[in-house]
């Protein structure tokens, strides 16, 4: 658990990405210019401009097709502006949004699943923004990966909650550390949603003044702490169980409103090494469970993945930097692998059997690696 | 601190930077240093500015500082040119800090989205004497092909009777001591380091230590150790260029590699005190066990510290009287160590002592003799040696193209 920050993305580098989104309105709004037609087939969708002016703008969206649908604005770096689902077949429905001058996509989702059938569509006057579209490119790709976690997460931790739910412990224990690692791949964007957090990852010191760890502890830890130092399962662990899933779906269906920039992908690489820097070598953040190394393991993968989308743009910015980089996250996984049997698999040593020393090369390695990643940020800001 | 022009070293700092500048010159040609400077008035400035550059390293000849940050580090790197380019960028971070500027761009003005180079709690602060001082561990010469270059005097030190050494804090493939008169000065220096060092070294140990502990300013009083005694009146000073040249710098005449010419040894131990039986003691037992009175300094049978000891006066096992050169075959070390206290330990005791230092031209002619005669001291009942550790300090850095143990790693003399 980490202590509540304000959306840690709060670094927002292109200011024409704000934006206020909208709600359905039936009827509203004066037609006209303001007015985009949208029509969603099973295999199209068709917009009746490609270019209007900034500001107010509202989507006349008709579903000509047989699948229930979505449509969503989207910035280029797929962040949504404004979205709308289950539009059934035959039915039309109106979304607005404020939106500044730039480049958009229009996306109709048939059956509501997959990246969608997409337009692009340019938004003109006031002043726009341009990003270097290769940086638009990586937050995208990150925004998917996020999701894909997210979606990835689900059914690992309705398989945790099932077995939480029967009331066995065993198969509960080994559930639960697979459960996480998509949420600690994410972290940083699964914190910028600072209420989803405090109720699935908090840990009991994390508490605020007047919460009782009886009544307001939820969330993964409060269900560790059940499994490994209570051993046993009651109705309380059995609605926590429900309550997580809850939580988690949330998070799943937010993910693709994070507010993410080339920066805080950079930064939020680095904040997944801080984590592993103060709650997983010192062992605090599984305290009791001891598998802080499945989610080390996770949180330096995630720093890698946003890494990695980032590395074009750092390398003609900064190339001693990526070769930095590249030499630490090698040395690093290399030290982690040490401590699984297997790299096709999560199972890692119980970090109660971790001595010090190791610890300490842990830290070390951890140390070497954040330190040049506190400098991605400046390398793809230049 | 500023960026402009840092203050002008005081006298005293030159004097006692043996071999800086002018006051080189004049070490070389005639030896008299100390006479060579007038105003013998002039008060060491406590913020000023030591001299990085010289014939040998800040930090041992200088006047002692009242503070200390030092630390060992290992090596994680197996590339030497990583690990060379490590040493140049400490060498000029060094040099920024110790004239009192902030380490490269500096802490602040830079982007917003990234960490500024300088960690900034120095800023506004005078440069406060600090000397940076480099060392190399045994152990180092393991790494890189130097085992060829490794000096003989640079042993592995035997155990001592008594010792009780924590390995965790012992030895290192590097250390760096940190000195200077504000603690904020010190541990931002040795923060800084480690922070570029990170990904090719690592801190294996440190240690905090205030109240120094030794003079190397001989008109200065003797300061007090932690219990409440002046220990090594006769310490190497600063200015005693004879001295330095027989005990403390190593010359090319002594047979070793010549990387080492314009260095010395240095020997680092943690000396754990045992505070609360030696504050039960007889004052009379107190002084026994030092050969001293606790009031003025003097050794046994005299009125002033600085009287000439007669051994012969005090216990046969005195700590001074064993320490003595006289009872070493003239063995002497230049001393400048620190009381620390790290708080208390688990059972309720000060955790406090001595961080020993002792810089010398052969440890084989200096610590070790003079440790193995304290084997008998009577001082043992209330002291144990927790930590250890020995390092080859190389010359000192001569200009501004010049840098940290390019002497060992370029092979040129």
């Given at each position: 658990?980490?202590?509540?920050?304000?959306a840690t993305v709060a670094i927002a580098v292109a200011a024409a990405l704000t934006a206020v989104t909208g709600c359905t309105e039936k009827g509203g709004g004066k037609d006209g210019d303001r007015v985009v037609h949208v029509t969603a087939t099973d295999d199209k969708c068709e917009v009746s401009k490609k270019e209007f002016p900034a500001g107010h703008v509202e989507l006349a969206v008709e579903n000509k097709g047989s699948k229930v649908t979505e449509v969503y604005v989207l910035f280029p770096d797929d962040r949504v502006v404004t979205e709308r689902e289950n539009i059934g077949p035959g039915t039309e429905q109106r979304v607005t949004a404020e939106v500044k001058a730039g480049d958009y996509q229009i996306a109709c989702k048939p059956g509501m699943k997959g990246k969608g059938i997409r337009q692009a569509v340019k938004v003109t006057g006031g002043k726009a923004v341009q990003r270097d579209p290769r940086l638009d490119k990586a937050v995208a790709a990150y925004r998917a990966y996020a999701q894909t976690q997210a979606d990835e997460?689900?059914?690992?931790?309705?398989?945790?909650?099932?077995?939480?739910?029967?009331?066995?412990?065993?198969?509960?224990?080994?559930?639960?550390?697979?459960?996480?690692?998509?949420?600690?791949?994410t972290?940083p964007v699964a914190?910028s949603f600072?209420?989803?957090?405090?109720?699935?990852?908090?840990?009991?010191?994390?508490?605020?003044?007047?919460?009782?760890?009886?009544?307001?502890?939820?969330?993964?830890?409060?269900?560790?702490?059940?499994?490994?130092?209570?051993?046993?399962?009651?109705?309380?662990?059995?609605?926590?169980?429900?309550?997580?899933?809850?939580?988690?779906?949330d998070w799943q269906k937010r993910v693709g409103k994070a507010e993410i920039t080339p920066t805080s992908m950079a930064n939020g690489?680095?904040?997944?090494?801080?984590?592993?820097?103060?709650?997983?070598?010192?062992?605090?953040?599984?305290?009791?469970?001891?598998?802080?190394?499945?989610?080390?393991?996770?949180?330096?993968?995630?720093?890698?993945q946003s890494y990695e989308l980032l590395k074009p743009v750092a390398e003609e910015n900064?190339?001693?930097?990526?070769?930095?980089?590249?030499?630490?996250?090698?040395?690093?996984?290399?030290?982690?692998?040490?401590?699984?049997?297997?790299?096709?698999?999560?199972?890692?040593?119980?970090?109660?059997?971790?001595?010090?020393?190791?610890?300490?090369?842990?830290?070390?390695?951890?140390?070497?690696?954040?330190?040049?990643?506190?400098?991605?940020a400046?390398a793809v800001a230049k | 601190?500023?960026?402009?022009?840092?203050?002008?070293?005081?006298?005293?700092?030159?004097?006692?930077?043996?071999?800086?500048?002018?006051?080189?010159?004049?070490?070389?040609?005639?030896?008299?240093?100390?006479?060579?400077?007038?105003?013998?008035?002039?008060?060491?400035?406590?913020?000023?500015?030591?001299?990085?550059?010289?014939?040998?390293?800040?930090?041992?000849?200088?006047?002692?500082?009242?503070?200390?940050?030092?630390?060992?580090?290992?090596?994680?790197?197996?590339?030497?040119?990583?690990?060379?380019?490590?040493?140049?960028?400490?060498?000029?971070?060094?040099?920024?800090?110790?004239?009192?500027?902030?380490?490269?761009?500096?802490?602040?003005?830079?982007?917003?989205e990234?960490?500024?180079?300088?960690?900034?709690?120095?800023?506004?602060?005078?440069?406060?004497?600090?000397?940076?001082?480099?060392?190399?561990?045994?152990?180092?010469?393991?790494?890189?092909?130097?085992?060829?270059?490794?000096?003989?005097?640079?042993?592995?030190?035997?155990?001592?009777?008594?010792?009780?050494?924590?390995?965790?804090?012992?030895?290192?493939?590097?250390?760096?001591?940190?000195?200077?008169?504000?603690?904020?000065?010190?541990?931002?220096?040795?923060?800084?380091?480690?922070?570029?060092?990170?990904?090719?070294?690592?801190?294996?140990?440190?240690?905090?230590?205030?109240?120094?502990?030794?003079?190397?300013?001989?008109?200065?009083?003797?300061?007090?150790?932690?219990?409440?005694?002046?220990?090594?009146?006769?310490?190497?000073?600063?200015?005693?260029?004879?001295?330095?040249?027989?005990?403390?710098?190593?010359?090319?005449?002594?047979?070793?590699?010549?990387?080492?010419?314009?260095?010395?040894?240095?020997?680092?131990?943690?000396?754990?005190?045992?505070?609360?039986?030696?504050?039960?003691?007889?004052?009379?037992?107190?002084?026994?066990?030092?050969?001293?009175?606790?009031?003025?300094?003097?050794?046994?049978?005299?009125?002033?510290?600085?009287?000439?000891?007669?051994?012969?006066?005090?216990?046969?096992?005195?700590?001074?009287?064993?320490?003595?050169?006289?009872?070493?075959?003239?063995?002497?070390?230049?001393?400048?160590?620190?009381?620390?206290?790290?708080?208390?330990?688990?059972?309720?005791?000060?955790?406090?002592?001595?961080?020993?230092?002792?810089?010398?031209?052969?440890?084989?002619?200096?610590?070790?003799?003079?440790?193995?005669?304290?084997?008998?001291?009577?001082?043992?009942?209330?002291?144990?040696?927790?930590?250890?550790?020995?390092?080859?300090?190389?010359?000192?850095?001569?200009?501004?193209?010049?840098?940290?143990?390019?002497?060992?790693?370029?092979?040129?003399?």
């Amino acid at each position: 658990m980490r202590p509540v920050r304000p959306a840690t993305v709060a670094i927002a580098v292109a200011a024409a990405l704000t934006a206020v989104t909208g709600c359905t309105e039936k009827g509203g709004g004066k037609d006209g210019d303001r007015v985009v037609h949208v029509t969603a087939t099973d295999d199209k969708c068709e917009v009746s401009k490609k270019e209007f002016p900034a500001g107010h703008v509202e989507l006349a969206v008709e579903n000509k097709g047989s699948k229930v649908t979505e449509v969503y604005v989207l910035f280029p770096d797929d962040r949504v502006v404004t979205e709308r689902e289950n539009i059934g077949p035959g039915t039309e429905q109106r979304v607005t949004a404020e939106v500044k001058a730039g480049d958009y996509q229009i996306a109709c989702k048939p059956g509501m699943k997959g990246k969608g059938i997409r337009q692009a569509v340019k938004v003109t006057g006031g002043k726009a923004v341009q990003r270097d579209p290769r940086l638009d490119k990586a937050v995208a790709a990150y925004r998917a990966y996020a999701q894909t976690q997210a979606d990835e997460t689900l059914p690992k931790a309705e398989a945790f909650a099932r077995a939480v739910k029967d009331g066995d412990l065993d198969a509960a224990k080994k559930a639960y550390a697979p459960s996480r690692i998509g949420w600690e791949r994410t972290e940083p964007v699964a914190e910028s949603f600072g209420d989803i957090d405090p109720k699935v990852d908090v840990r009991e010191d994390g508490l605020e003044d007047g919460q009782d760890p009886a009544t307001d502890w939820t969330g993964w830890h409060r269900l560790e702490k059940a499994l490994w130092q209570d051993k046993k399962i009651g109705d309380r662990e059995k609605e926590l169980a429900d309550t997580l899933i809850t939580d988690l779906k949330d998070w799943q269906k937010r993910v693709g409103k994070a507010e993410i920039t080339p920066t805080s992908m950079a930064n939020g690489a680095k904040e997944l090494l801080d984590e592993v820097a103060t709650g997983k070598v010192t062992g605090e953040e599984e305290r009791y469970s001891h598998t802080d190394l499945v989610d080390f393991k996770a949180n330096v993968e995630g720093a890698q993945q946003s890494y990695e989308l980032l590395k074009p743009v750092a390398e003609e910015n900064d190339a001693a930097l990526v070769t930095e980089l590249d030499r630490q996250f090698a040395a690093l996984n290399t030290l982690l692998d040490k401590y699984r049997p297997n790299t096709a698999s999560y199972d890692f040593t119980s970090y109660d059997k971790v001595g010090k020393a190791d610890r300490k090369e842990l830290s070390d390695a951890v140390n070497a690696l954040a330190e040049p990643l506190s400098k991605l940020a400046a390398a793809v800001a230049k | 601190m500023t960026d402009t022009n840092p203050p002008s070293p005081s006298r005293r700092s030159l004097l006692g930077w043996g071999g800086a500048g002018l006051a080189l010159g004049a070490a070389t040609a005639g030896g008299a240093v100390a006479l060579a400077h007038g105003n013998d008035a002039a008060p060491a400035d406590p913020g000023a500015a030591v001299p990085f550059h010289g014939m040998h390293q800040a930090g041992i000849a200088t006047p002692v500082q009242d503070r200390l940050h030092f630390a060992a580090f290992d090596v994680t790197t197996d590339d030497r040119a990583q690990f060379v380019q490590l040493l140049k960028d400490w060498t000029q971070a060094a040099r920024r800090m110790t004239a009192g500027h902030p380490v490269g761009e500096g802490a602040y003005g830079g982007l917003p989205e990234a960490p500024p180079d300088d960690t900034g709690e120095a800023l506004g602060l005078r440069p406060s004497r600090l000397t940076l001082t480099i060392g190399f561990g045994p152990t180092l010469f393991e790494r890189f092909g130097l085992t060829d270059h490794r000096p003989e005097a640079l042993i592995d030190l035997p155990k001592f009777a008594g010792d009780n050494l924590d390995t965790a804090r012992s030895g290192g493939d590097l250390c760096v001591q940190a000195c200077a008169d504000d603690p904020q000065i010190a541990v931002h220096a040795i923060r800084n380091l480690a922070r570029i060092g990170f990904g090719k070294v690592v801190i294996r140990w440190s240690q905090l230590g205030f109240g120094k502990t030794s003079s190397t300013t001989p008109e200065a009083q003797t300061p007090r150790n932690l219990m409440g005694f002046k220990d090594g009146t006769r310490n190497i000073a600063g200015t005693e260029t004879d001295r330095l040249r027989k005990h403390v710098w190593v010359s090319e005449k002594d047979g070793g590699p010549s990387w080492m010419t314009g260095g010395s040894y240095l020997v680092a131990r943690r000396i754990r005190m045992h505070i609360e039986p030696w504050d039960r003691t007889s004052l009379q037992e107190q002084e026994d066990i030092f050969g001293r009175d606790k009031g003025e300094g003097a050794p046994v049978g005299k009125a002033k510290e600085r009287d000439e000891p007669f051994l012969k006066a005090m216990k046969p096992d005195a700590h001074v009287r064993l320490a003595h050169p006289d009872s070493n075959r003239g063995a002497t070390i230049l001393r400048r160590g620190y009381s620390f206290t790290d708080g208390t330990d688990r059972l309720g005791r000060l955790d406090a002592g001595l961080f020993f230092l002792a810089y010398q031209r052969d440890v084989r002619e200096g610590f070790i003799p003079i440790q193995r005669n304290l084997a008998t001291d009577a001082l043992n009942e209330y002291i144990q040696h927790v930590s250890s550790a020995l390092f080859a300090i190389p010359p000192g850095v001569r200009d501004k193209d010049d840098w940290w143990g390019r002497t060992l790693f370029s092979g040129e003399a």
